[in-house]
């Protein structure tokens, strides 16, 4: 049996007979960052306007991956405010580890944010209030240090400059180190290793869209002057017909048995031409092989030869929150900022109490607590009750891209807003009290494709406590994608408060669902009330 008929489900992260699946974080996880410590692995991503920001995870394998924290996630440390665009806001982190500390350099591109450092001895936090780089004026960010305790930081353009990393300062001008490819754009996302006799300088170049590409150049001084690899882009999917597009930002680990390993960014396009993304940017994981002195990277497939150490799983994450812990578990985002007062898990015990601040999903302080999407089909539920207010169950892209079914005023309504027009699709007069809302998102089966076919629609409607679905509308998923809203983020899944205080008792996310390779959700993965 070849690798691919031992794994037909490609996006259940996994791993067996030999093969893992990518990618390895499904949903919005773009600009991986990874290092290792012993057998330890740990990962950062961008998180944009969400809070809080730069989730960090865990791994034993490089394969499975366990969310243990996120690095910005006091209101003193990430300050996103409501005149900041979606999109922007925290981007491309680097995570190192070095004499005894984990170091994390980041751009916050809100204004008034800029490059910031964090450090932790736990990378489940805390971690340190930033230390702010002003002298570093460019985006993507990275620390390499030489064995003379020099810390370099290297950013897009390509440009490097010294700095003290404890105060931030730079020692010294910005040197210009390289731009890529002649004329290919964007060359940024650099990260800087000392491997064997040279220092490395890995990039992305060509843009973040169907053009990505990782190129890189050695020398034997950490400020050049590099020379760059003959193969150059030494990865890019770029004109080709492969499952996985957009593949670029790359960061390197060699792993404990001496193999070495590349994690990127890349996209899943569903649907028909030119292919929507709806899940945002994930991160994907491939072997690396060295000739030459010069690193060798094969395409990045959804099915992928293992590493060959044993595989060790992490617990799945769980299906359902219940809201009865005395906090929100790291993976839960909200719109750029989580305001004591807009949200309770004491008020009633056992409910997740949402107060609104704006009036709806089109306002950037919407009161909103959502998890990405991360499976190109899935049933989300929640049971709400909206007696003291107005609010429900929301796919959103951005303010302008977002689905949402919504509880109050004795009804329940469909509602679409897709850029500057916002319809209310459907409404249901609805009893008092709780009231089950739902939404499945169906990716078609392959076979099913036009020139114009949509990436997957969303069904939303009400269920009825025996289990019966009445679908308020089915709403074409193009117009939640990336494609459509622009942006570098994807979709987030949640529920939010429009007006007064709505309560929240639960909140399922069931991977998967009828006729979607994922497969169907696991029997019994309803709720019992
Ligand atoms: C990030 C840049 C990029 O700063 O997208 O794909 C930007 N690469 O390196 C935002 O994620």
């Not at 037909?8 to 992260?13: D, E, V, W, Y």
């Not at 949903?27 to 730069?54: I, K, M, N």
């Not at 997740?352 to 999903?361: D, E, K, P, Y």
């Not at 009445?470 to 942006?487: F, K, M, N, P, W």
Request: overall charge negative; hydrophobic content about 35%; aromatic content about 8%.
């Amino acid at each position: 049996m070849t690798p691919a008929q031992a794994h037909p489900t490609p996006g259940a992260a996994g791993w067996s007979d030999g093969a893992f699946t990518n990618p390895v974080l499904a949903g919005l996880h773009p600009d991986p960052s990874v290092c290792r410590v012993g057998d330890d692995y740990y990962l950062a991503c961008s998180s944009f306007e969400y809070f809080p920001g730069v989730p960090i995870f865990h791994s034993r394998d490089l394969v499975h991956w366990e969310q243990i924290g996120n690095v910005l996630d006091r209101p003193g440390q990430l300050v996103l405010p409501a005149t900041m665009p979606s999109s922007a806001g925290i981007y491309a982190p680097t995570l190192r580890h070095h004499a005894g500390r984990f170091w994390l350099v980041v751009t916050n591109c809100a204004e008034g944010g800029g490059n910031l450092i964090c450090t932790a001895t736990d990378p489940a936090g805390d971690w340190s209030d930033p230390v702010r780089l002003p002298g570093v004026a460019g985006i993507d960010p990275d620390l390499a240090w030489d064995d003379d305790g020099t810390c370099w930081c290297t950013y897009a353009g390509i440009e490097q400059v010294r700095i003290d990393p404890h105060t931030g300062r730079t020692l010294g001008p910005p040197r210009r180190l390289w731009s890529g490819a002649p004329g290919a754009q964007a060359p940024e996302a650099p990260h800087l290793y000392r491997i064997g006799g040279y220092w490395y300088l890995l990039i992305a170049e060509g843009g973040t869209e169907r053009g990505h590409a990782v190129s890189i150049a050695r020398s034997t001084a950490p400020d050049g002057p590099y020379e760059p690899c003959p193969a150059n882009p030494v990865l890019t999917h770029r004109g080709t017909n492969r499952p996985i597009q957009n593949t670029g930002h790359a960061d390197l680990v060699e792993a404990a048995d001496g193999t070495w390993w590349m994690v990127l960014l890349g996209v899943r396009p569903g649907g028909g031409t030119p292919g929507w993304h709806v899940l945002g940017r994930e991160t994907f994981l491939a072997p690396v092989t060295w000739v030459d002195d010069w690193p060798v990277v094969g395409a990045v497939e959804p099915v992928m030869p293992a590493p060959s150490w044993p595989a060790r799983p992490v617990p799945p994450p769980p299906v359902r929150d219940d809201f009865d812990a005395d906090g929100l578990h790291p993976r839960w985002v909200s719109v750029r900022s989580r305001p004591a007062g807009s949200w309770s898990l004491t008020e009633q015990p056992g409910w997740l109490t949402l107060r609104a601040r704006g009036a709806s999903l089109d306002e950037p302080d919407v009161t909103f607590v959502g998890r990405r999407q991360q499976h190109l089909s899935c049933r989300v539920r929640t049971l709400v009750d909206a007696t003291g207010g107005r609010g429900g169950l929301a796919v959103r892209l951005d303010e302008r891209h977002h689905y949402g079914i919504e509880a109050g005023d004795g009804g329940v309504r469909l509602l679409a807003r897709i850029g500057s027009v916002l319809s209310t699709v459907a409404t249901r007069p609805v009893a008092p009290g709780p009231v089950r809302l739902r939404v499945d998102v169906v990716s078609p089966s392959p076979g099913d494709w036009h020139p114009a076919k949509e990436p997957d629609v969303l069904r939303f409607g009400i269920e009825a406590a025996d289990g019966a679905y009445d679908v308020l509308g089915e709403l074409d998923g193009r117009y939640l994608s990336t494609e459509v809203a622009g942006g570098f983020t994807g979709r987030v899944v949640g529920m939010y408060a429009g007006a007064g205080s709505v309560r929240f008792d639960w909140f399922d996310y069931v991977p998967g669902d009828a006729g979607d390779a994922d497969g169907p959700p696991p029997a019994g993965a309803g709720p019992a009330r």
